[in-house]
């Protein structure tokens, strides 16, 4: 574990969490068992669950035009690289916040205040993040969750065992993206109802996106074993990721996605984005459930 001034820990009754400074990034996701549900930044993809902002996805030719001038932003933004400001550490939860400065400006021309809360409950991480525009012109900007699950959550499950129960029935076509950025044509949808088998052939291709879930949770789990349940509010798509060689699982509720293959406009004017107005916030929640082996979980 890092020192406390890089990384908090706090917990619950039924999970322990850590959260690191360096992009407000959770850490550790442990149930009370000791069985950690998070991926450990291991080679194949040497993260655990970074915040994607003030972008999701590529833009193209990683750049970002505003006002006849054109800035230099790479995929998934900034936030995920940059140290956080503690707000509250505390037994069970804590806040950090990144405000806009010269280094964001240099590339991303937007006053802002981006917090993010962490609250343990029961056996469940709660995350709510805030984003203020605190300039005199329309915030353009995306906000994305990217935690990774080991898959399998235990070892010796095939991955195959391993299917996500949507809350409804998701239906037509899925997005795809390629060279990180949004591909014109859909994808089919491997999902049957509610059911989505997993297996690593579904990732050969990139990320599946949803473009407009109906649900607003998923059950990760095999028939036996831990499980988790992610729920998300105030998102808007849903992609799902792994790599070859990782043995992870994406869950990620999104406001907002790649650019389209063919955009190549002013930053503002680009799809999918949140236009906050001067002195206005927006909100958004995850909520991510665990279910230890012991204690079961019902289907959503």
């Given at each position: ?32 068992a000791g069985h950690d549900y998070l991926w450990p930044a291991a080679q194949a993809w040497p993260r655990h669950a970074p915040v994607l902002f ?233 909520s991510i459930s665990l279910e230890p082996s012991d204690g079961g979980g019902e289907q959503v």
């Open positions: 574990m890092a020192s406390y001034d890089t990384s908090h820990p706090f917990g619950a009754a039924g999970v322990t969490v850590a959260v690191l400074a360096q992009g407000a990034e959770l850490c550790l996701l442990r149930d009370h003030p972008i999701v996805g590529r833009l193209r030719d990683d750049t970002l035009r505003h006002q006849g001038k054109a800035y230099r932003l790479t995929q998934h933004g900034f936030a995920r690289d940059l140290s956080f400001d503690w707000i509250d550490r505390g037994p069970d939860g804590c806040q950090l916040a990144l405000t806009d400065n010269a280094q964001t400006r240099a590339i991303y021309p937007f006053p802002f205040r981006f917090e993010i809360a962490y609250s343990a409950r029961e056996a469940a991480l709660e995350t709510t993040y805030t984003i203020a525009n605190t300039g005199d012109e329309v915030l353009p900007v995306s906000l994305g969750t990217h935690p990774a699950f080991r898959w399998p959550l235990v070892p010796g499950v095939p991955k195959e065992a391993y299917a996500l129960t949507f809350e409804a029935q998701e239906v037509g076509p899925l997005r795809g993206v390629a060279g990180g950025l949004l591909r014109p044509d859909g994808r089919p949808s491997p999902i049957e109802g509610r059911h989505l088998a997993l297996s690593e052939s579904l990732f050969a291709a990139d990320a599946l996106i949803l473009p407009s879930p109906a649900s607003r949770s998923v059950r990760y789990a095999a028939d036996t074993g831990p499980g988790l349940n992610v729920s998300w509010d105030g998102f808007c798509q849903l992609g799902l990721w792994s790599r070859a060689g990782g043995d992870f699982l994406c869950i990620e509720p999104w406001c907002g996605m790649a650019s389209p293959e063919n955009f190549d406009g002013e930053f503002s004017q680009k799809p999918w984005l949140m236009l906050i107005p001067p002195g206005e916030k927006r909100c958004a929640h995850l």
